[in-house]
């Protein structure tokens, strides 16, 4: 990824923290993407426009990715329900897009109110070629001619986020927070110097400070512990964006849509003498735990089960299976819990094809996890991490780790409570 940092408002906000001060230069190329709560209303978009309009003046090169005002997203899927019961993929996905469509030609009358010169443009004008999943669409290309012409022309360009065009010239949806892999998506492609994600934080956070007040901010993250802290409740930036970035190499500035102040830079681990063995505790609630009980344990059982799930959409997370005894086994996983009625009956269905006993679901429970990239070299975090919980009365139900991630599924009931006391055991509140 090429191209130039310069300096934008007080205190050069996007100079990584650690890094050797670069000299301004007035050509560099930025992706900026705001969300819905800083479209939110006029005056809010007003200020975003002006934000704007700063980055300009200081001679930088903008492109602008917006979401949906506010909450406007919910409400069109409400008013789509109030209409119809029956919601055809490529309908929904053109209703939804409308709110995306609103924003940006707002912001583009806001920005030449501010004397900045802009041009708005949906998906399929800026070059967002997708498959033809409606509601949750992937990016199969981007062609960014038209956005690239208005910029070198310097004007900005205003693109309406999380949609495309399908292969079958169909408007698509990308999905929820797909905004952010737009602006990622875009930044890629046109070789931007930074991918700037602004939200109603400051930045990523050790924690969710509305549980601990004591969270800190993070100054810089790793792609690899980005990606496991949105896989296991991080709530931005979207996961896939993150997974755009870290395969593109795109810079990643997550920061306030409010204040010139820094946020997080994400960018390749570097090497760090000081690299902090936990990097933060991430929780989600919006799970549930299916348990299938006495499953015949012989080859192919546990792929014809997965196989039919994977088949009807359902996001399978956890999955522990039991030690067998007397040739049978139970297999216990996690999914949405916006799915529980769709996987009971998915489930039910199999209990009888496979053979096994029954199958039921738990709805009230929640995930914990400790995220950091140096947990690779440091024996003993897991030891802490499970010490910590039972000190605390948690009972942990389920395990699951990856290199730099260890997640325990808990009862929903303790899961605050198992998140203070991981933040405190592994020193992560701000000094």
């Keep these: 990824m090429g191209g130039r940092q310069s300096v934008v408002g007080p205190g050069n906000p996007r100079q990584a923290p650690g890094t050797v001060p670069v000299a301004w230069s007035p050509v560099a190329l930025i992706v900026q993407k705001f969300g819905g709560t800083s479209v939110g209303d006029p005056e809010r978009i007003r200020e975003v426009a002006d934000h704007v309009a700063r980055t300009v003046r200081h001679g930088d090169r903008v492109v602008l990715v917006v979401s949906a005002m ?103 949806f990308l999905g929820r927070g797909g905004s952010d892999t737009t602006a990622v998506a875009l930044a890629h492609a046109l070789g931007a110097d930074v991918c700037e994600l602004y939200t109603d934080v400051t930045g990523v956070f050790t924690t969710d400070p509305r549980l ?126 916006d799915d529980i009625e769709r996987t009971l009956e998915e489930t039910r269905k199999l209990v009888a094809e496979v053979g096994a006993v029954g199958v039921d679901a738990d709805p009230d429970i929640a995930r914990v996890s400790i995220v950091g990239a140096g947990m690779r070299t440091n024996p003993g975090v897991a030891a802490t991490m499970f010490e910590t919980l039972a000190d605390h009365g948690v009972n942990i139900q389920m395990i699951s780790t990856s290199a730099i991630r260890v997640s325990c599924v808990v009862a929903e009931s303790q899961v605050e409570e198992a998140v203070a006391a991981l933040h405190d055991a592994f020193d992560l509140a701000d000094a």
């Design 70 to 172: 506010g909450k406007e997203t919910d409400e069109l899927l409400r008013l789509a329900a109030d209409v119809s019961s029956t919601h055809p993929g490529r309908e929904l996905d053109m209703l939804i897009t409308a709110g995306e469509r609103k924003a940006m030609a707002l912001v583009c009358m806001a920005l030449h109110d501010a004397g900045v010169p802009a041009d708005s443009f949906t998906g399929s004008q800026a070059g967002f070629l997708t498959d033809t999943t409606h509601g949750n669409a992937k990016i199969l290309e981007v062609r960014p001619e038209r956005v690239r012409t208005t910029v070198d022309a310097g004007r900005v360009a205003v693109v309406g986020g999380s949609q495309g065009v399908s292969t079958e010239n169909d408007v698509t």
């Design 212 to 337: 601990v007040p004591t969270a800190r901010r993070m100054p810089a993250v790793s792609f690899d512990e980005l990606l496991e802290m949105t896989a296991s409740g991080c709530p931005k930036p979207a996961m896939r964006s993150v997974e755009y970035a870290r395969t593109h190499g795109v810079r990643l500035h997550v920061r306030s849509a409010f204040t010139w102040q820094e946020g997080t830079w994400v960018d390749e681990e570097e090497p760090n003498m000081e690299q902090a063995i936990v990097s933060a505790v991430t929780h989600d609630a919006s799970e549930a735990k299916m348990t299938i009980a006495g499953v015949p344990d012989r080859p192919g059982v546990a792929g014809t089960l997965f196989r039919a799930l994977a088949d009807h959409d359902v996001n399978v997370d956890l999955i522990v299976q039991n030690v067998s005894a007397q040739g049978v086994t139970d297999i216990s996983f996690t999914v949405p819990r």
